[in-house]
């Protein structure tokens, strides 16, 4: 799901599928490989499927609002009226959506988007430069994730179809713009009526409309009868199928299980590991499974006085074992990490995780041995180290998430092993952002998920780094040119130095990349582009 959880901005758990940046022109760039596999439950017949209905998705988080520039949470609940001026095929390739072409000018500084003729708004109005001009400066105007936008200059809109938008310094992340619905154009009339209150009534070009709110409970869609524009990984490029699509807003896992088991609920995201032999054995349920766009992590508070040596935290990463952390707190849906960058993030290095895999392996003694070198030995023999009488003790903060709460008892016992106390303590997520912001935390366990390593820039640069807190000139001047370096393989060199320097100066111990389920059923056509993180929902029908 579009979620996620980067899913950033970097709101806690960024849930944004932002991708990686063309080159120069409409060179189309690679994305990096993902798994995703399909399970069929015990086989039964399935009657054939039908048109129209309503599809009914449990989701775990409701949307703050459905005005996708204000929000900082996008995912399939909000961004069902938008649709991205680019997107990313299956197999992780750029390419047009709303624009029938882009092209990024030599210098990098200039980006033209030739919008397609046969695109109109849920009104009936023709999609133009002028409202995709308008959007645009929306969002740098209002938005609380302007800052991705870029150093954006001006635009212009140069005739009807045609849009430049004038950067004071190439912005090679924009591409993930315009393939999330950050950027996505609205109809400027509704958007004229409603100002500030657009996410009431919002009024676009995607393929469901009208949301009909129930906070706390659900919202639900209307289809767009004259969507002929969809995605172009979809089977349909036309009209849903069905006619409506509910997204359900069920927190309790319990609560989510039961309702699928009973039929209620077609499409049910982020599965908890512990269910998913049982739902595998329901007749006709499909498991859909894909890795995240991100990873969780073990962060300190840099700016915090013990952490500032870094024995401290090198001695932590050691301590930490992650193949119990997969095999028993997740049920094995995972795969260990221990790079700042997972693999379904375009900067990914496998001489980086090796790297740091062979640095931070898991190892007790050396653990132990880094906290005495830091002067930290059990000196009264309570299985805690301290230095001058003080132990070594931290508070452990994360969110109310089950997953989490099974990894941070897990890393809670292995800690203790070299001597460090964690004490844990869940908060409910705004709770926590505002203790993150604020830098009245230790330790934390936390995520991220936005696929562009950009988000280095954004969690490590020292002006943005408001969880981890960390600052190092060099880091900072080589996330940087990241930014502005526009050709990919270049780029993607000087995030490997980055992450070379971030392995060695931890600010945070990667721990693993989820594996996202998905249990679907009584419906066909169900897919999920692991590179955007999409569901062309307008391709499902219902079997019964």
Not at 39 to 58: D, H, R
Not at 206 to 214: L, S, T
Request: overall charge negative; aromatic content about 8%; charged content about 25%.
């Amino acid at each position: 799901m579009k979620k996620r959880r980067l899913s950033s901005l970097t709101t806690i758990g960024l849930s944004l599928s932002l991708l990686l940046a063309a080159c120069s022109s409409t060179t189309n760039t690679s994305a990096p490989n993902a798994s995703g596999t399909t399970t069929n439950a015990p086989a039964a017949a399935q009657p054939a499927a039908t048109e129209g209905g309503t599809l009914v998705v449990a989701a775990p988080v409701e949307p703050d609002t459905f005005d996708p520039q204000k929000s900082t949470w996008l995912d399939n609940t909000n961004n069902q009226p938008y649709d991205s001026i680019l997107s990313r095929d299956m197999q992780g390739k750029l390419v047009p959506h709303l624009a029938e072409s882009w092209q990024v000018s030599e210098d990098g500084k200039v980006w033209t988007l030739v919008m397609r003729k046969d695109v109109k708004f849920q009104s009936g109005a023709p999609l133009t430069a002028e409202s995709v001009k308008a959007s645009i400066e929306r969002f740098a105007a209002v938005s609380p994730n302007k800052d991705l936008a870029g150093p954006i200059d001006k635009i212009e809109a140069v005739d009807a179809q045609t849009v430049k938008v004038y950067f004071k310094e190439p912005f090679a992340p924009f591409a993930n713009m315009l393939v999330g619905t950050f950027l996505a154009p609205f109809d400027p009339e509704r958007l004229k009526e409603k100002g500030d209150k657009f996410g009431e009534a919002p009024l676009a070009t995607g393929p469901f409309m009208n949301p009909e709110v129930k906070r706390g409970a659900s919202v639900t869609y209307a289809k767009n009868p004259d969507y002929k524009w969809a995605l172009p990984f979809a089977e349909n490029q036309g009209a849903p199928y069905v006619d409506k699509i509910t997204f359900r807003f069920l927190k309790d896992d319990d609560t989510r299980i039961l309702e699928f088991k009973k039929g209620t609920i077609n499409i049910l995201q982020e599965v908890p590991s512990t269910y998913v032999q049982e739902l595998q054995a329901i007749p006709g349920a499909k498991i859909e499974k894909s890795m995240e766009q991100g990873m969780k992590y073990l962060g300190f508070n840099n700016q915090k006085e013990i952490f500032k040596d870094v024995r401290i935290k090198q001695a932590i990463a050691m301590a930490i074992d992650r193949d119990p952390i997969v095999q028993v707190a997740l049920s094995g849906f995972a795969q260990p990490i221990f790079g700042p960058l997972p693999p379904t993030i375009p900067g990914y290095s496998e001489k980086i995780e090796n790297m740091a895999k062979e640095m931070y392996g898991h190892n007790v003694e050396k653990g132990k041995q880094l906290l005495a070198e830091a002067g930290y030995t059990d000196s009264n023999g309570d299985g805690i180290a301290d230095k001058d009488g003080k132990p070594l003790s931290f508070e452990l903060l994360l969110p109310e998430d089950p997953a989490l709460q099974r990894v941070a008892q897990i890393v809670q016992s292995q800690l203790k092993e070299i001597g460090v106390e964690a004490k844990i303590a869940v908060h409910d997520i705004a709770t926590l952002k505002d203790k993150a912001i604020k830098g009245d935390h230790e330790l934390f366990l936390l995520y991220f998920g936005l696929n562009d390593p950009d988000i280095l820039y954004l969690l490590m640069q020292t002006d943005n780094s408001k969880r981890v807190h960390y600052s190092n000139p060099e880091v900072d001047e080589l996330l940087a040119k990241g930014r502005t370096t526009m050709n990919e393989e270049e780029r993607m060199k000087v995030y490997e130095e980055a992450q070379e320097i971030l392995v060695k100066d931890p600010p945070w111990v990667p721990l693993y990349v989820a594996e996202s389920v998905t249990a679907t059923r009584n419906i066909e056509g169900y897919k999920l582009n692991p590179f955007t993180g999409d569901i062309p929902f307008g391709d499902i029908r219902i079997t019964k």
